[in-house]
């Protein structure tokens, strides 16, 4: 089994930066792609940002030229900074990895327990 693990939200003020960290455990598996979602309180899970081991990244409009996602592939580690943020951005924000069992061809996902971030005004 894998396990995410999820750290740096927190309380930020309109125009602040946060660095969310995404981390995965275990043996046995590779990484394939990770992802970063978030939800709002009454709203539907949004995709945040992407990036595949081949290394394309994609984001969602609404945080192009602000967020930026990254993945260190040694450490099974992925991160997303976060610049200017707004109130908008507020939300709990959650990892998502696909992963590769070793000797299998499924892939699978696992996602993190969640972080919570609020932009203030």
């Known amino acids: 089994q894998v396990q995410l693990v999820e750290s740096g939200g927190g309380l930020v003020q309109s125009g602040g930066s946060l660095q969310l960290s995404c981390t995965a455990s275990g043996s046995g598996f590779r990484v394939d792609a990770m992802r970063w979602y978030r939800q709002a309180p009454g709203n539907e899970r949004e995709l945040v940002a992407g990036?595949?081991?081949?290394?394309?990244?994609t984001y969602t409009d609404s945080v192009k030229g602000r967020f930026a996602i990254s993945w260190d592939i040694v450490k099974n580690a992925a991160y997303l900074q976060m610049n200017t943020l707004k109130p908008g951005d507020t939300a709990v924000y959650f990892c998502?990895?696909?992963?590769?069992?070793?000797?299998?061809?499924?892939?699978?996902?696992?996602w993190g327990q969640g972080t919570q971030v609020t932009v203030s005004s």
């Open positions: 998502s990895a696909e992963i590769f069992y070793v000797g299998q061809i499924q892939r699978v996902r696992y």
């Open positions: 990036i595949s081991s081949s290394g394309p990244t």
